[in-house]
Nanobody
Framework: QVQLVESGGGLVQAGGSLTVSCAAS????????MGWYRQAPGKQRELVAS???????NYADSVKGRFTISRDNAKNTVYLQMNSLKPEDTSVYYC??????????????WGQGTQVTVSS
């Protein structure tokens, strides 16, 4: 099994910055893709950003230029640096990882979520 543990959420004022991180552990052979999703109350979960093992990134239009995703492959950890935060960024942020396990089975895993609240 694989576990994803997020940290770094919290309360920040509009215009401020926050970094969330997610560490993966368990029966990992390789992590193909890591990403961050978010879900606000009453809304669907949406992709915020993703990054491949080779470092290719993808961002939602709403966060381009403000958020930066990065990963440390040696630590199986992904980071999301969030700058110029807006109240509409308030959500629960979920880490996601597409993992090839030591049994060479590819599976999708989710973290428990971390709350990010941006006050106006």
């Amino acid at each position: 099994q694989v576990q994803l543990v997020e940290s770094g959420g919290g309360l920040v004022q509009a215009g401020g910055s926050l970094t969330v991180s997610c560490a993966a552990s368990g029966s990992i052979f390789s992590i193909i893709l890591m990403g961050w999703y978010r879900q606000a109350p009453g809304k669907q979960r949406e992709l915020v950003a993703s990054i491949t093992s080779g470092g290719s990134t993808n961002y939602a239009d709403s966060v381009k230029g403000r958020f930066t995703i990065s990963r440390d492959n040696a630590k199986n950890t992904v980071y999301l640096q969030m700058n110029s935060l807006k109240p509409e960024d308030t959500s629960v942020y979920y880490c996601n990882a597409l993992v090839s396990t030591i049994s060479f089975v590819k599976s999708d895993y989710w973290g428990q979520g971390t709350q990010v609240t941006v006050s106006s």
